[in-house]
């Protein structure tokens, strides 16, 4: 295997000059080609969508298989827990109890007079459609992006555009889905916009995602009241793609620019539910109306559409 | 250049790729059948700096510990470290497909990342042909500045790319980004001693 190398001569000199040059050229069609990609990923976001589900169903499966003996030990810590403070959270639980029942039972009454209320409104309300129960397998950690992979995909119905909702409250929505795994936006992602309704006051807002683990507040409309620490905001339903009152954080700091610390984390959420949109917005409602009638004016100075192409009138013989 | 290249061989780092290239091989009648298998299936050395910086780019994507974006760019190191251990394996061509791997993971516009590794891995090349070769702490603070350079340009052409993003938590990536160099410049040496021999050619 050992082989003394050829003696240098001035052709491998001259082969060594030639590669230098290709490897320099190569190297700059593929950046111009790279910076190419960046202007047509503006123009058409949307272009490389097959080949991201693609990808990600090459990794879902990968982290679901890793993750598992990490969630098998996690479980057992949890049972382990479970024993060791039983009864001390028995009695906590009991007192919690009495309580509940008393809630419990006046929100049975307030539902009973919504319900009366509604029928007479003759209210027509969206319902909310379970489409598949998942898994979140993993998540980046980098600092560009937040997103968080889950294992269901097209098979199971999953597009993009659905929201994500786990038990402690709203997770996120999908933007991309794979035939066996799809894309999450989390939250804490810039580009993440959850329109939502302050409990206490009433008033709406968006939750915007900044990168960083706590929420921003902004864009709140209604009456200046006072906010406070411990607020909480849950989903309000405008947009479509939520369902109103699914808990999105509470409030942590009342001042500009407003905190808040997200409801549901991605990791502890081990499952989580993938729901149709609200109420989507039917695709086509946004499309201009190619064929309404021109109007006659323009129809007069010939700027309509074209007439009929009648067939040329053939000279009697 | 080429004569002055030959006579510091003996103290230059091992590079595999000139062994395993066809021209560099043994004349084929000389290998007995044993030799002919072993010099064929050594190819896999090839894919070796692709592959480790490939899986430090899926560690990337793990189920995240801490809620704080804080989890260091480990595929651009390992991009460094390959381009100055192994510079024939680790073309600006082929970080341009690690590039691509990367966008499409990590849920980016196509393209920047590719830009930006390829970018990295030329501007190295050009760097080593310079001044190559230098102190552990030198090559520490060549990746501190290009790791910089490479959290600021990922913030600009996000913006260009149409997904423009605050540009704290890049600062954020790029300290521990820094802080993990050593970690992942072990780890590759360990891969460069495993696969291709000690570190400098006997």
């Known amino acids: 295997m050992d082989w003394t190398p050829p003696p240098r001569r001035s052709t491998a000199m001259r082969r060594e000059q030639n590669l230098a040059l290709v490897s320099a050229v190569v190297s700059g069609a593929v950046i111009a080609t790279g ?283 | 250049m080429a004569a002055v290249r030959q006579h510091q061989q003996h103290r230059l780092p091992f590079r595999y790729r000139d062994r395993l290239m066809a021209w560099h091989a043994p004349p084929w009648r000389l290998m007995n059948a044993a030799e002919r298998r072993r010099y064929w299936w050594g190819h896999w050395r090839l894919a070796v700096p692709f592959a480790t910086t490939l899986l430090l780019m899926l560690a990337m994507t793990a189920p995240l510990l801490v809620p704080a974006p804080v989890f260091p760019h480990v595929a651009l190191l390992g991009l460094f470290v390959w381009t100055t251990f192994q510079p024939g394996l680790m073309p600006p061509w082929l970080a341009f497909v690690l590039g691509m791997v990367a966008d499409l993971l990590f849920a980016q516009p196509l393209g920047i990342n590719a830009t930006l590794f390829a970018g990295t891995a030329g501007f190295v090349r050009l760097f080593e042909a310079r001044y190559g070769h230098h102190a552990y702490g030198f090559d520490w603070a060549v990746a501190a500045a290009i790791v910089i350079v490479f959290e600021a340009a990922t913030w600009v052409l996000m913006g260009v790319g149409g997904q423009p993003i605050p540009l704290l938590p890049l600062g954020w990536q790029a300290l521990t980004t820094m802080v993990a160099y050593p970690v992942v410049v072990a780890l590759c040496a360990r891969v460069q001693r495993v696969a291709f021999g000690p570190g400098v050619t006997p």
């Open chain 1, 35 to 317: 910076l190419l990609l960046i202007v047509i990923a503006r123009v058409n976001p949307d272009g490389a969508a097959r080949m991201r589900g693609f990808m990600l169903d090459l990794v879902t499966p990968v982290w679901s298989v890793v993750r598992a003996p990490f969630d098998g030990v996690g479980r057992a810590a949890d049972w382990a827990n479970d024993y060791a403070g039983a009864v001390d959270r028995n009695r906590r639980l009991e007192a919690e109890l009495g309580a509940a029942r008393a809630e419990l039972q006046r929100a049975a009454a307030d539902r009973r007079v919504l319900t009366t209320l509604k029928r007479l409104d003759k209210l027509a309300e969206p319902t909310r459609t379970l489409i598949s129960t998942a898994r979140i397998v993993s998540a980046t950690s980098g600092s560009v992006v937040r997103s968080a992979m889950v294992a269901a995909g097209r098979r199971d119905g999953v597009i993009a555009g659905l929201p994500v909702i786990g038990a402690d409250g709203l997770i996120g929505r999908t933007i991309e889905a794979g035939s066996i795994s799809a894309r999450v936006l989390l939250l804490t992602d810039p580009a993440s916009r959850i329109p939502v309704i302050i409990e206490r006051t009433g008033q709406v807002a968006l939750v915007v995602g900044t990168n960083r683990p706590a929420l921003e507040m902004r864009d709140k409309v209604g009456a200046d009241l006072p906010l406070r620490a411990g607020d909480r905001l849950v989903t309000s339903g405008d947009g479509g793609v939520f369902p109103p009152g699914i808990p999105v954080g509470t409030i942590i700091d009342p001042q500009e620019p407003v905190l808040v610390r997200p409801a549901a984390h991605p990791v502890g959420a081990a499952y989580v539910r993938i729901e149709a949109a609200y109420m989507a917005i039917a695709q086509d409602a946004a499309l201009p109306h190619y064929d309404a009638p021109v109007p006659i004016e323009a129809r007069r100075s010939g700027g309509g559409s074209p007439a009929p192409a009648t067939p040329p009138p053939v000279p009697l013989p």
